[in-house]
């Protein structure tokens, strides 16, 4: 159902190291057959699918990665310094039709309704640490962070009649957004043999945003014909 790549590469004859990592599902190109038994499953137990009988009726669009990046360094036998960086995103995607037929004629399409959901939502980190050891029983270490967890929703739910025209039409769009900036300055001292004293200040800035658009529209509206003169 997905797959990854991992490497780890050596720098500066051992005085540094770059750790990489990525993963990606594709089940949105290549649907095996792991992800057919558990999709299969869940039809059986979602309320929701029972009165559908084709498997394609509702069939989500899934796909995520994430991507993992270290890199460090020794500037001398006391300072280490080291960066990180972190990227993941989900994607899921649904667009079915719902078609109202007689119940006479089933060739006689009463009308349709067309849902359109998709749904994004990702966190993003960047990471910068600088530790010294300054003596046997002295250690600061320094780090400055920044995350974002994001969540971004789209849904439509539009009803035609039998002509084409639109006469209904529901649309919402949602943002969620949570940024954290961070900063930490730690020093451990090592008193006595069984004494540790730890001190330090932290500066944290966090931002939340959270916005909805609801759009409505109710009534015929004509589907106009497009012409094109050449």
Same mark, same amino acid.
């Given at each position: ?6 490497? %780890? ?10 750790? /990489? ?13 792991? /992800? ?14 029972? =009165? ?27 300072? $280490?310094v080291s960066f990180s960086l972190?990227?993941?995103? =989900? ?8 078609? =109202? ?8 399409? $009463? ?17 910068? %640490? ?18 974002? @967890? ?9 009803? /035609? ?7 209904? $039409? ?7 957004? *949570?940024r954290d900036l961070q900063a930490?300055? @730690?020093?451990?001292? %090592?008193?006595?043999? %069984? ?5 330090? *200040? ?17 009534? *015929? ?10």
């Open positions: 159902m997905s797959a990854k790549f991992n490497a %780890n590469i050596p720098l500066a004859s051992g005085r540094g190291a770059l750790h /990489f990592n990525v993963r990606r599902a594709y089940t949105d190109i290549i649907r095996g057959n792991l /992800f057919e038994k558990l999709y299969a499953n869940y039809r059986e137990q979602s309320d929701q699918l029972q =009165d559908q009988t084709s498997d394609d009726f509702i069939r989500p669009d899934f796909s995520f990665y994430d991507l993992n990046l270290k890199a460090s360094y020794k500037l001398s036998q006391r300072d $280490l972190y990227n993941g995103r =989900d994607d899921l995607e649904t667009s079915y039709d719902v078609i =109202d037929r007689a119940p006479d004629d089933p060739s006689n399409i $009463l009308g349709v309704n067309t849902f359109t959901e998709i749904a994004e939502w990702g966190n993003r980190g960047l990471g910068l %640490n600088w530790s010294r050891n300054w003596s046997t029983n002295y250690y600061s270490s320094l780090q400055i962070a920044e995350s974002d @967890h994001y969540f971004n929703y789209f849904f439509e739910d539009e009803e /035609f009649n039998s002509t084409g025209d639109r006469t209904r $039409l529901y649309r919402l769009v949602r943002n969620n957004d *949570v930490n300055f @730690h020093n451990e001292i %090592n008193l006595f043999k %069984n004494h540790r004293l730890s001190a330090g *200040v932290n500066f944290s800035n966090l931002k939340i945003e959270n916005r909805s658009i609801i759009e409505e529209e109710s009534g *015929v509206r004509k589907n106009k014909a497009k012409t094109k003169a050449n």
